[in-house]
T-cell receptor, first 115, second 111 residues
Framework: AQSVSQHNHHVILSEAASLELGCNYS??????LFWYVQYPGQHLQLLLK??????LVKGIKGFEAEFIKSKFSFNLRKPSVQWSDTAEYFC?????????????FGTGTKLQVIP | NAGVTQTPKFQVLKTGQSMTLQCAQD?????MYWYRQDPGMGLRLIYY???????DKGEVPNGYNVSRLNKREFSLRLESAAPSQTSVYFC??????????FGPGTRLTVT
């Protein structure tokens, strides 16, 4: 089965710093990739997704992610974080037509932005 | 348009008690999911339902049962709660292209 690794468990940044959160997956074929965000006390919401085409995907709130197939990576970036970006971020992968557990989530990265 | 709703929001159970977590979606999605979220472990799939009338086990189904009552509702039942089932439970429904919409979660504590 596919798996997802998020190596940064907890990241602390000052406001206006740049952000890059790592995500690696373990399947060699076609995949769909997602980043979800969970603000404190809230449910998960989709931030952005990649299915095909341009490997640089832009999402909501100024976030973007780059799919690098050769590195099995889908890292999340934001040029300048705000205090309101404090949240937990989950990378997820789906292998089309693989049946059960269609979407596998990473363990999450908690981002804390200091004003 | 409420999206995905879950009840209750919080619950405390004693070991051995049973309860049902309710989930409903109003987006006419076919697929629905139950996950549990534990610190450092991300989301783990308990059960899913690809369509009305079908359910399948996910990664961690032991100790749980589910019912897909109709297209809107997908409930999760704990027959005999154990402390290891203390967690936050999320229901989700799936739109096209595997995009999932999550409910607000149920925080369950088993003592």
């Amino acid at each position: 089965a596919q798996s997802v690794s998020q190596h940064n468990h907890h990241v602390i940044l000052s406001e206006a710093a740049s952000l890059e959160l790592g995500c690696n997956y373990s399947y060699g074929g076609t995949v769909n990739l997602f980043w979800y965000v969970q603000y404190p006390g809230q449910h998960l919401q989709l931030l952005l997704k990649y299915f095909s085409g341009d490997p640089l995907v832009k999402g909501i709130k100024g976030f973007e992610a780059e799919f690098i197939k050769s590195k099995f990576s889908f890292n999340l970036r934001k040029p300048s974080v705000q205090w309101s970006d404090t949240a937990e971020y989950f990378c997820a992968v789906n292998v089309p037509n693989r049946g059960y557990q269609k979407v596998t989530f990473g363990t999450g990265t908690k981002l804390q932005v200091i004003p | 348009n409420a999206g995905v709703t879950q009840t209750p929001k919080f619950q405390v159970l004693k070991t051995g008690q049973s309860m049902t977590l309710q989930c409903a979606q109003d987006m006419n999605h076919n697929s629905m999911y139950w996950y549990r979220q534990d610190p450092g472990m991300g989301l783990r799939l308990i059960y899913y339902s690809a369509s009305e009338g079908t359910t399948d086990k996910g990664e961690v189904p032991n100790g749980y049962n589910v019912s897909r009552l109709n297209k809107r509702e997908f409930s999760l039942r704990l027959e005999s709660a154990a402390p290891s089932q203390t967690s936050v439970y999320f229901c989700a429904s799936e739109a096209r292209l595997y995009e999932q919409y999550f409910g607000p979660g149920t925080r369950l504590t088993v003592t």
